[in-house]
């Protein structure tokens, strides 16, 4: 069975980071609610949540995607590159151990956040942005080459994360609202969405993408190509720079 690594909002969230928007307010309870929607939908899909442990003290430890990739079997714990994210990498660490999966770790000076990391089948993006360097990007490629993966660095300036500007659907295709994207060439299949919050999708399986509800021209687009669309409010995140990616991390069979 598919397994879920999420963690619940802290009570802190509205303090989260904010890089390249305006502070606004966020609602706790809202929030929570829309966590416990984008959870459900999974469970009812039938994947096996695994809860790490709350972590209150850090705003945005509900982002866990930034603080662990998966490769396959192999896990790579980060190494964030906000000082204020670094210390969720330890219940994350604990979460793994207690789950059983293999990890490896960025060390210092390396920093790297989850969100920087698009796979489309063997080849890696690795963002360069803010939080993640080069450094992450020489200790990825030392590790994952020889497993057989391809690690690109993108260079990425206009949004915090690689993947607040592009994710791929199921058939490879990356996905990106023009105005977020530095070099859409890079990309071997490019398609434009035409809302900024349908650039995030999560493939669920090679039919199926679960995606923010504030995209519904994006979410139509992705239906016209064959594809089934679920849609879930994550207004709260998006307020903090979160995606539809960010609020969990997938460890698929
Ligand atoms: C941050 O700035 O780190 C958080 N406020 C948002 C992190 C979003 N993470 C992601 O897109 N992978």
Known sequence: MSRLLVRRPSPRLAEGELTHLERVPVDPELAQRQWEAYVEVYRSLGWDVIDID????????VF??????M???LALLTRPGA?????????TRAALEKAGI???AIEAP???DGGDVLKVGRTVYVG??????????????ALLAPRGWTVVPVEVTKVLHLKSGVTALPDGTVIGYPPLVDDASI????????EEHGTAVVVLDDDTVLMSSDAPQSAQLFRDRGLTVIETPISEFEKLEGCVTCLSVRVRD
């Open 83 to 91: 000082d204020s994210r670094r210390g969720e990498i330890e219940t």
């Open 187 to 194: 990309y071997p299949e490019f398609l434009a969405v035409p």
């Open 71 to 73: 490769f396959g079997d």
């Open 102 to 104: 293999e990890y490896a």
């Open 64 to 69: 866990v995607e930034d603080t662990v990739v």
């Open 128 to 141: 360069q942005t803010l939080r993640t360097n080069a450094e992450a990007v020489r200790q990825m490629d």
């Open 110 to 112: 390396g920093t790297l």
């Open 54 to 61: 709350p972590d209150d003290a850090h705003a945005d430890g």
